[in-house]
């Protein structure tokens, strides 16, 4: 469980999300909202071999579940699937989502959703896209620094496989 709900602190609240602006043609007021953004992140376990972590080219830099943003008009799941490709040149198939992690400052760029996704997938991962490395890791042997909140997502999922 997002360790935002289990500390229940104000950082949840809905502060600052409504933005009034001018329109400069005619000065009339318009509203907007801030809103998080969606993303999905993927633990892809190959067979015998442990999980699929990348080493990101762009800040932040470090190790991460492989993952990116939900396009518009992309469901979750084909979101999940579109990013393990990208990223690892695997194909995926889905077992099932392991959470949705929500804390305000997990992405230190910007607030974003994340529903994290187990995948299994054969053959060898191949770093592409925005990974500059790619590696398969378990529990007992992990790369850092993690980025993100990726280490908590990591001992969610090992917690629930042992």
């Known amino acids: 469980m997002d360790s935002c709900f289990r500390r229940n602190d104000k950082k ?11 329109c400069a043609n005619c000065g009339a007021e318009t509203e907007s909202y801030r809103n998080p953004l969606p993303t999905v992140d993927i633990i892809i376990e190959v067979e015998g071999r442990g999980i ?16 990116g943003f939900v396009d518009y008009g992309e469901c979750l799941e084909d ?20 959470n949705t992690y929500s804390r305000p400052d997990r992405d230190p760029r910007h607030h974003a959703i994340s529903t994290v996704f187990i ?8 770093a592409a896209d925005d990974a500059a490395e790619v590696g398969l890791f378990n529990m007992n042997h992990l790369p850092q620094p993690l980025v993100f909140d990726h280490k908590e997502i990591l001992e969610d999922y090992f917690w629930r496989k042992t």
């Open 12 to 22: 949840c609240g809905l502060m600052g999300t409504k933005i009034k602006r001018r």
């Open 52 to 67: 699929v972590l990348i080493k990101r080219k762009n800040p932040p830099l470090g190790w991460a579940i492989p993952g």
């Open 79 to 98: 979101a999940a699937m579109r990013e393990a490709k990208e990223e690892t040149g695997l194909d995926v198939t889905l077992i099932r989502q392991l």
């Open 119 to 126: 995948a299994r997938a054969a053959g060898t991962p191949v």
